[in-house]
Nanobody
Framework: QVQLVESGGGLVQPGGSLRLSCTAS????????MAWYRQAPGKQRELVAD???????NYPDSVKGRFTISRDGAKNSVYLQMNSLKPEDTAVYYC???????????????WGQGTQVTVSE
């Protein structure tokens, strides 16, 4: 019924930039908070950035000042602009969204399939 599709991952040198995209499709009435998470090998999944439906954003210290989350309501999309990338940013990045269907009573939490980001010389 609802699907999140991510794109934009790849291999980049330290100090480089990548822009991740995630688009929701299906039966959607509205989209609430959206977020990006990442999971490195042997590590727990961690929040990278989140954004409310009103546009308020939040970042952990590890990415603050380097990453920017944004959303486009007309495209049902959320983006993550990543600058000044470091090797420790290497991980699978997942988008997350709370989506309200046209006949639902509340939000359901959905995850994208993940996209690999590798930062290496």
């Amino acid at each position: 019924q609802v699907q999140l599709v991510e794109s934009g991952g790849g291999l980049v040198q330290p100090g480089g930039s990548l822009r991740l995209s995630c688009t929701a499709s299906g039966s959607i009435f509205s989209i609430g908070p959206m977020a990006w998470y990442r999971q490195a090998p042997g590590k727990q999944r961690e929040l990278v950035a989140d954004i409310t439906s009103g546009g308020s954003t939040n970042y952990p210290d590890s990415v603050k000042g380097r990453f920017t989350i944004s959303r486009d309501g007309a495209k049902n999309s959320v983006y993550l602009q990543m600058n000044s990338l470091k090797p420790e940013d290497t991980a699978v990045y997942y988008c997350n969204a709370h989506i309200h269907g046209p006949y639902g009573l509340g939000y359901v939490n959905y995850w994208g399939q993940g996209t690999q980001v590798t930062v290496s010389e």
